[in-house]
């Protein structure tokens, strides 16, 4: 059982570039999520979903976009990739009630230059 | 907005010894979850324990428990017979009832051989 996996996990990007994150899991999670973590800071929601064809912002949804096709997966696409962005990049994903956790990918370690 | 707030930034303690994170939380909700997630230098997030508002008795999960004081929003983690596989970011996260995910800043805990 995989889990919630992403790909990839370490990416070097410049300004201005484009690229996707992926995230899929296997665990039949309606919810989905994308969170960033800047340097000695906790994580922050960028967007979530709450199942396929369904997706909302979270916290920091500034310069990112997301979409959900398949309950499996969770693109997070960046644009036009700016220094800000710079972060280390989780999904993770959930049952979609309160008191159950949230499983997180390994993460993607992002620089843009 | 629910702030979590995290005032020890970082801590020490020798193996075996046992150690309290402390963590402080803002809500006008009265129905709530909070968890303590660990993230050791792999970067992955692993759920350590949850408590839910609405049980008074203080959530134990083998050497690790916590004190749930509601009423001064009070969430520690108490790590008894510490490891050297505890080495790791503490974040305390807060679920008002809505899958968000509010996380603090963290705790980088160093157990001492």
Not at chain 2, 35 to 46: D, E, H, L
Not at chain 2, 58 to 78: D, G
Request: overall charge neutral.
């Amino acid at each position: 059982n995989a889990g919630v996996t992403q790909t990839p996990k370490f990416r070097i990007l410049k300004i201005g570039q484009s690229m996707t994150l992926q995230c899929t899991q296997d665990m039949n999670h309606n919810y989905m999520y994308w969170y960033r973590q800047d340097p000695g800071m906790g994580l922050k929601l960028i967007y979530y979903s709450v199942g396929a064809g369904i997706t909302d912002k979270g916290e920091v949804p500034n310069g990112y976009n997301v979409s959900r096709s398949t309950t499996e997966d969770f693109p997070l696409r960046l644009e036009l990739a700016a220094p800000s962005q710079t972060s280390v990049y989780f999904c993770a994903s959930s049952y979609g009630l309160s008191n159950q956790p949230q499983h997180f990918g390994d993460g993607t370690r992002l620089s843009i230059l | 907005a629910q702030t979590v707030t995290q005032s020890q930034p970082e801590m020490s303690v020798q193996e075996a010894e046992t150690v309290t994170l402390s963590c402080t939380y803002d809500t006008s909700e009265n129905n709530y979850y909070l968890f303590w997630y660990k993230q050791p230098p792999s970067r992955q997030m692993i759920l350590v324990i949850r408590q839910e508002a609405y049980k008074q008795q203080n959530a134990t999960e083998n050497r690790f428990s916590v004190n749930f004081q509601k009423a001064a929003k009070s969430f520690s983690l108490k790590i008894s017979d510490s490891q050297l596989g505890d080495t790791a970011m503490y974040f305390c996260a807060f679920n008002p009832g809505n899958e968000k995910l509010t996380f603090g800043t963290g705790t980088r805990l160093t157990i001492i051989p």
